[in-house]
């Protein structure tokens, strides 16, 4: 590999705070207000123009899909921002579940307004490229953007960047599957001038999608069973149908086209059109996640056209808009101080250091499991603790954990919850007057309960 020798340089420092926040995704969001309102000095940096991550940027509806009558999870900040976005317009009855549909567009300006009430700074188009250690303690980040570059001082630093990216510029241990192992990405989109009452009908008279249905051309699904009968707004024939049959020119052996929608709008919008699947990319190689955007995009234009053709309601329905950047399910997970793993999930898992608890649900790597049971697991704060630097922690879906396991707690609502309690563990390691490392869990996990989060 070629390489050039670059110039010392003199970085400014252009933010100094007590916790910063990287990622404005479900995570930051969760960890930024959990810290600012502990009287915390709390500052949020993200890459792009709006807060939000999977559900702003990528489009995705449906944070807590898995909700039934006798679920149980941590609640916190997770019910909060269902509950504010359904009152300032931006939630609505989600169609699988007892849970919230976000929109994606209205949601920009209710976590900008979660943010200004509880006091956390913001800082949009700012991207971390490096971290600043010393004496295996993290001092703060490295940024690029439009101001140029500058240094962010900070005394605790969270990351929440889905990709593990300051862990992994900080040199934290981590791992991450072969890209012919990665979980699929996908490009969402949402369709206009659909007949809904004409699709309606099409889906409950002559469709009939359950989950059962999830184990067809596409790919093959292990439930418990108990999930089968259970309405999903699912469908794949049309689609598989049609590339069997030439109408598109679909070469592409590592793409399936085929999946889910979710709000059937007033406006005769169907949003949240989760058909596209890429395998064999890596997000964390810019030229994969380059070709995964151009690419993704062409197969939504093919799904619009099998739609036309083949799905009733759908005639005369054109492309609203695409979800503004790639939907990434997997790419880097730290090694911390306890890697969860498949057992844990699936065997209730309780840990003394619980910040978290999470539902038995599974989505990914050939399972569908909902939590109809009353199932779940602990989530405990060495899973969010790195190796070798202090001061700093991870939340989300990089957390440390297995495979299979973080196909359970990948999910919004679980990385809005491990967001919270990361968050409150950085204040109350500030307030204690010590490290991240060594923070009394009994004090975080007390703090947490007074927020009204479920931790055991």
């Known amino acids: 590999m070629k390489t050039i020798n670059e110039a010392p340089r003199v970085t400014p420092v252009i933010a100094e ?36 991550g999977m559900i702003t940027h ?33 939630g609505t009855k989600e169609c699988q579940s007892d849970s919230m549909a976000i929109n994606a567009q209205m949601y920009k300006y209710v976590a900008d307004k979660m943010m200004e009430e509880s006091g956390v700074s913001v800082i949009l188009h700012c991207y971390a490229v490096d971290t600043i250690i010393e004496n295996n303690i993290i001092k703060g980040v490295i940024t690029e953007s439009k101001s140029g570059r500058g240094a962010i001082l900070a005394k605790r630093v969270i990351d929440c960047t889905g990709d593990a990216d300051i862990a992994a510029l900080s040199h934290v ?36 999608p359950t989950y059962k249905d999830w184990s067809g051309d596409c790919w093959t699904q292990d439930t418990t069973g108990k999930e089968d009968s259970m309405f999903s ?3 794949e024939k049309p689609f598989v149908e049609a590339i069997k049959d030439g109408f598109i020119d679909h070469q592409d052996q590592d793409t399936t086209i085929g999946g889910t929608w979710s709000t059937l709008s007033p406006e005769d919008e169907v949003l949240q059109l989760n058909l ?26 093919n799904a619009i056209k099998i739609l036309n053709d083949r799905v009733p309601g759908f005639e005369k329905a054109r492309l609203r808009d ?21 057992e844990d999930v699936f065997n209730e898992a309780r840990f003394e250091d619980s910040v978290a608890i999470f539902p038995e649900f599974i989505d990914g ?24 630097i202090d001061n700093l922690l991870v939340a989300g879906r990089c957390i440390s954990g297995e495979p299979i396991a973080q196909t359970s707690f990948r999910n919004i609502s679980c990385c809005v919850t491990t967001g919270q309690a990361a968050g409150t563990a950085a204040a109350v390691s ?18 947490l309960e007074e927020q009204g989060v479920r931790i055991f």
């Open 233 to 235: 707004p699912y469908f």
């Open 17 to 52: 705070t007590d916790v910063l926040v990287v990622g404005g995704g479900p995570a930051g969001i969760g960890a930024a207000l959990a810290c600012a309102r502990q009287g915390v000095q709390t500052l949020l940096l993200e890459r792009y123009g709006c807060l939000g």
């Open 173 to 208: 241990p981590f791992h991450k599957a072969d890209k012919s192992q990665l979980m699929a990405m996908t490009q969402m989109f949402n369709c206009r001038g659909v007949d809904c009452e004409k699709f309606t009908s099409y889906y409950l008279n002559t469709l009939k």
């Open 365 to 388: 790597r050939g399972y569908l499991i909902l939590p109809l049971t009353g199932r779940y697991y602990h989530i405990p704060y060495r899973a969010l603790k790195p190796k070798k």
């Open 430 to 447: 500030l307030k204690q007057g010590t490290t991240t490392m060594n923070v009394d869990v009994k004090l975080i996990q007390n703090s």
């Open 322 to 342: 695409f979800g503004m950047t790639i939907g990434v399910r997997e790419s880097r997970m730290i090694d911390g101080e306890y890697l969860l793993s498949k």
């Open 58 to 90: 990528v489009g995705v509806e449906s944070i807590a899909w898995y909700r039934h009558p006798g679920v149980i999870e941590s609640g916190g900040i997770l019910l909060e921002m269902e509950k504010t976005a359904y009152e300032m317009g931006a």
């Open 276 to 301: 596209v699947f890429m395998r064999n990319l890596d997000c964390t190689n810019v030229f994969d996640l380059t070709e995964a955007e151009i690419k993704g995009r062409q197969h939504c234009i």
